[in-house]
């Protein structure tokens, strides 16, 4: 039996079972880099599973996700577009932790400030989503991302940048399950818990 197939027939919650499986059968080494090439280079492969199981925060999965974004290619690529490419290889799940978790070790690659990352996936939301009457003006955006630049302001031209990006074009993400980027943070608790890790 094939890496993929295994892992294929393996449900969501049973993600660590099909890994399992695959180092029991030395079709997989038991290191986070190896695990981390078999989720990146593995088409087919369920993205939510993906999601999940990088988002999780026992210390070798958090190795695991160390070691996934460090295959991604981000030379040459402006925020955004590095961003794009990132949450393309995976569905971003839908736990806040989780998510903090993905973009600090995007963060860390692309060596930027997460909570930048936080406020282009909440402004793809809030444009994006149907459910959000109350669309950020450009300005709004900038407002909100004061004093992100380790207590500096990041230049305006960049920020309005950043939002004409992705006003004009949202974040595509892999389909399998129906869930939607765009709804990921259309929820009061998270949004609420990440307006307060931005303050």
Not at 51 to 65: A, P, S, T
Not at 89 to 111: H, N, T, V, W
Not at 166 to 178: C, V
């Amino acid at each position: 039996m094939s890496q993929h197939r295994a892992l294929r027939k393996t449900p969501v919650l049973g993600v660590y079972h099909g890994i399992q499986f695959l180092l029991e059968n030395d079709l997989l080494q038991n290191t986070p880099e190896d695990i981390a090439q078999f989720l990146y280079k593995g088409e087919g492969l369920n993205k939510t599973v993906i999601g999940d199981y990088l988002g999780e925060r026992d210390d070798f999965n958090i190795k695991v996700l160390q070691a996934f974004v460090e295959l991604h290619e981000f030379a040459d690529l402006n925020l955004v577009q590095a961003l794009r490419q990132f949450l393309w290889s995976f569905r971003l799940p839908g736990e806040a932790q989780k998510i903090d978790r993905m973009m600090e070790a995007f963060a860390s690659r692309y060596y930027t400030c997460y909570v930048l990352s936080f406020a282009i996936i909440m402004l793809n939301t809030s444009l994006h989503n149907p459910n959000v009457r109350d669309k950020p003006a450009v300005e709004r955006f900038i407002s909100m991302n004061r004093g992100i630049n380790e207590g500096g302001d990041l230049p305006e031209e960049l920020l309005r940048n950043l939002y004409e990006s992705i006003k004009n074009e949202p974040f595509k993400i892999p389909e399998d399950d129906g869930n939607d980027l765009t709804h990921t943070f259309f929820n009061p608790d998270r949004e609420g818990w990440l307006l307060k890790l931005g303050e």
